[in-house]
């Protein structure tokens, strides 16, 4: 198989996008563009923008019991120990049973059919949220949740790395997953406006009326997704964005970067999948990195301020400081990610693991200095400190785009990869924070940092 060096190498220069950028007019007007630039602009508006909303509203949606838990439902369904963590093995559990599955059924049935149908569902599971009356309730209809999110986030990564090249993907992979975290921040905006807008309207409480909204927001979304979404590159048919030219001009671009079409199964291409190093290596390589991240505690150390007694007397934070105190790290994150993105698609020419180094690096450092820190003194410090987490960078994106890029030469290989390496991920994720990331040990959480340290 090739390597990624001959990949990225493999590329002829008309394909480096930035160097096609001759003025402000070519980059506001397509009809300026080169004729790739054009495909590029096209495949952005057909692939991306549906990506980048239906990540927005997936981590909305997955988010959205960890806001409301802070705003009243804990209260209301009389949550109490670890069930949080609880609820989010629940949700893993479902997310892990689906990736697989999902990814291959990427490789046999359009995407266009397959991404809006699971939304659809998730969508409906998540509007059924707002009925539940007791925590067992809420177990149930958060594994639905997981189940039928579980074939969007690797789904999507197979489908952009179909349609990208390597001095071009990083960039709309961390745009799509900055969408994402957009999609988890806004559900404390949210939060916060239904809590004050909404809470006791029709007797339904706030945190209910946050799952009837982010339904009604997932379904418009889902249904654009059978008119924009394309098929792969091999075998699309014209849509309402891209013509038979474009399709004929994007399949010559993946043949330059050594990108198949998709082969029929056969116990040889099992041998051959199963005996290479990809499908054993690449898996572990995510598990390490999505595991080996900062768990901010910067919402349970604020809560943590109301108990009783309070730590440091006189000082405490409101449910709306608690919801909207942690978003400048989130802006920082973003701003972060897509300028460590650019700088693999671009000075880097397509290389992923300087960028992945740096960010375990700045886990080790990080993670060491909040070990080392008194919880309740110098308050503007912890704060500091909270807002740097953000800096170490997209390493979990830039981690599957050279998955996606090294695993080109077998479409099903690529989809496997892409989806076993998320799904481990989730597995280790669901399961650790059971033993490493208590709720009750929170805000200190002392055995997480030390287990994310290892992971680093």
């Known amino acids: ?220 979304i889902a249904l654009l997704g059978f008119f924009c979404l394309p098929d792969l590159p091999y075998n699309a048919k014209p849509t309402i964005v891209l013509n038979q030219d474009d399709i004929a001009l994007a399949c010559d671009r993946m043949r330059a970067i050594g990108r198949k079409e998709t082969e029929p199964w056969s116990r040889e291409k099992l041998r051959r999948i ?11 390589e995510y598990v390490l990195c999505a595991n080996g991240g900062i768990s901010s505690p910067l919402q349970y150390w604020l809560k943590s301020f109301n108990s009783h007694p309070p730590p440091v007397p006189g000082k405490h934070f409101s449910v709306t400081q608690i919801q909207l105190l942690p978003h400048p790290a989130t802006v920082i994150g973003i701003i972060c990610a897509f300028t460590f993105a650019c700088i693999s698609d671009g000075p880097l020419k397509g290389r992923r693991y300087p960028i992945v180094y740096y960010s375990a690096m700045i886990h080790l450092i990080l993670n060491t200095v909040w070990l080392s820190m008194p919880l309740y003194k110098n308050i503007p410090a912890h704060f500091a400190y909270f807002y740097l987490t953000a800096i170490s960078g997209p390493a979990g994106a830039l981690i599957l785009n050279w998955i996606t890029e090294i695993t080109g030469v077998d479409t099903e290989l690529r989809a496997l990869c892409i989806a076993l390496s998320n799904d481990l991920a989730t597995v280790v994720g669901a399961i650790a924070p059971n033993f490493v990331w208590k709720t009750t040990d929170f805000p200190r959480a002392e055995k997480g940092y030390h287990y994310s340290l290892g992971m680093s």
């Not at 999609?183 to 004050?196: C, P």
């Open 1 to 220: 198989m090739a390597s990624n060096a001959t990949l990225v190498g493999s590329i002829p220069e008309v394909i480096d996008s930035d160097k096609q950028k001759k003025s402000i007019f070519q980059r506001l007007v397509p009809s300026s563009y080169s004729v790739e630039r054009r495909l590029l602009f096209k495949i952005d508006v057909s692939v991306l923008i549906f990506a980048s909303l239906g990540y927005f509203i997936k981590n909305l949606d997955q988010s959205n019991v960890s806001s409301a838990y802070f705003a009243g439902m804990r209260e209301d369904l009389s949550m109490y120990g670890n069930q949080l963590v609880h609820l989010s093995s629940c949700w893993a559990a479902g997310y892990v049973v689906g990736q697989v599955p999902s990814n291959l059924l990427l490789t046999r049935v359009s995407p266009r059919y397959v991404i809006p149908v699971l939304e659809l569902a998730w969508g409906l599971a998540t509007l059924g949220t707002f009925a539940v009356k007791n925590v067992h309730q809420l177990f149930a209809i958060r594994f639905l949740v997981g189940l039928f999110e579980s074939g969007f986030y690797p789904g999507m990564h197979f489908i952009l790395g179909s349609w990208y090249t390597p001095r071009e993907l990083a960039k709309r992979a961390v745009a799509f997953g900055i969408a994402g975290t957009i999609g988890s921040a806004s559900s404390s905006f949210l939060q916060v406006a239904t809590y004050k807008t909404l809470n006791g309207v029709h007797g339904l409480a706030g945190w209910r009326w946050l799952m009837i909204i982010d339904a009604s927001i997932t379904f418009p």
């Open 274 to 284: 199963f005996s290479s190093w990809y499908i054993w290596i690449l898996p572990i």
